[in-house]
């Protein structure tokens, strides 16, 4: 059993970890704080593995436990979107600990995966963080006929080729192994950058850009 620590802002949010945790079979929730007052000593007196936070990072320094062993707690974070070029930078530059990178919306069985390989002592990083940074990197993408500074990253053109399609949110979600959270991110996302109110309309603007594989 991997000994799970879970952290979070909010008692929304720290009650969903701890739900989360105690019903999955191969962790054991042995603690959790609402904030991070004396968290470093709350993950000595439980002897955790792995602590689990759900993060708000206003910067480098601010992702860091400066009295926390990386050899004896590995860390896995949930952050929202903004937040995925600081806590891969932490990760890489400032933080030894921190081992996964998660966006919020991570579903149970990407948290519980992630926990695990954290607590094997290797890096984990959510496909969305990878997509986002390599779209924010200037990475080039698929939808590259978008307009200047809106472009789909490589997942959100998938994403609007299947409603091409005619699928729902579920048959993506099946289809792409992604939760269905996730696909309603993306699609929220896709409205934004073409400026499309409806999946109709955001199908109808991609085929005239050369967006949708006929």
Sequence with gaps: MIKVFVCANSTVELAGLEALVQ?????????????????????????????LERSVL?????????????????RVVLVAEPEFTTALAAMQA????????LPAWASAREIEIAIEAAAAGLLVLHPDVVEHLATTSGAPSRASS???GQQLSPRESEILNLLAAGLGNK???????????????????????????????AVAIGVRRGLIIL
């Design 23 to 51: 019903s999955a079979p191969s962790l054991e929730l042995v603690g959790s704080s609402l904030g991070r007052a004396g968290l470093s000593q709350q993950l000595a007196d439980a002897q955790a593995d792995v602590l």
């Design 58 to 74: 206003d910067g480098l320094e601010d992702s860091r436990l400066p009295d926390l062993d990386p050899q004896d707690v590995a």
């Design 94 to 101: 400032t933080d030894p600990a921190l081992r996964g990178v």
């Design 146 to 148: 978008a307009a200047p």
């Design 171 to 201: 048959e993506i979600a099946w289809r792409l192994k992604i939760s269905d959270h996730t696909v309603k991110f993306h699609v929220t996302s896709i409205f934004n950058k073409l400026n499309a109110s409806s999946r109709a309309e």
